[in-house]
C-alpha cells in the first residue's frame, strides 16, 4: 500500500537549516508528484513546494522561494526538503503527499489522497 513516512523535524534557531525527507513506498514515485505542505499552530495546512518526478520540475511558494529545496533520490525512494534561512513563521507541522494521478504539482488540499503523519518544525527567535 501507499506510505509516506517524513522525518527530520526539530528545533531550530532563526537563520538556521534542517533537511526534511520523505519516505515513499508502495508507487512509483518516478511517475508521481510530492507536495510538500506545512500546518503552521492555528491556521490551514498550505501546500509550500512540489516536485514532478516525471520531468523534475519544481514549484515554489514565493515565501519559500530562495531558502527550500526539494529533490528525489529515485535509488531511496525519498524525497528531501532543504530548508535554509528558516524563520520563526516557518514554524508548523510539515507533510509530504501524493495523489493516485500525476496532477503535474496541480493538486491541492482537497486533492491529495496520501499524506505521511508530518513532522514538527520549530524555529526559534
Known amino acids: 500500500q501507499v506510505q509516506l513516512m517524513e522525518s527530520g523535524g526539530g528545533l531550530v534557531q532563526s537563520g538556521g537549516s534542517l533537511r526534511l525527507s520523505c519516505a515513499t513506498s508502495?508507487?512509483?514515485?518516478?511517475?508521481?508528484?510530492i507536495t510538500w505542505f506545512r500546518q503552521a499552530p492555528g491556521k490551514e495546512r498550505e501546500g509550500i513546494l512540489c516536485?514532478?518526478?516525471?520531468?523534475?520540475?519544481?514549484y515554489y511558494r514565493d515565501s519559500v522561494k530562495g531558502r527550500f529545496t526539494v529533490s528525489t533520490d529515485s535509488a531511496l525512494k525519498t524525497v528531501y526538503l532543504e530548508m535554509n534561512s528558516l524563520r520563526p513563521e516557518d514554524t508548523g507541522v510539515y507533510y509530504c503527499?501524493?495523489?493516485?494521478?500525476?496532477?503535474?504539482?496541480?493538486?491541492?488540499?482537497?486533492?491529495?489522497?496520501?499524506w505521511g503523519q508530518g513532522t514538527q518544525v520549530t524555529v526559534s527567535s
Open positions: 503527499a501524493t495523489e493516485d494521478i500525476n496532477s503535474n504539482c496541480e493538486a491541492t488540499y482537497s486533492d491529495i489522497d496520501y
Open positions: 508502495g508507487f512509483s514515485l518516478d511517475a508521481s508528484d
Open positions: 516536485i514532478n518526478n516525471r520531468d523534475g520540475s519544481t
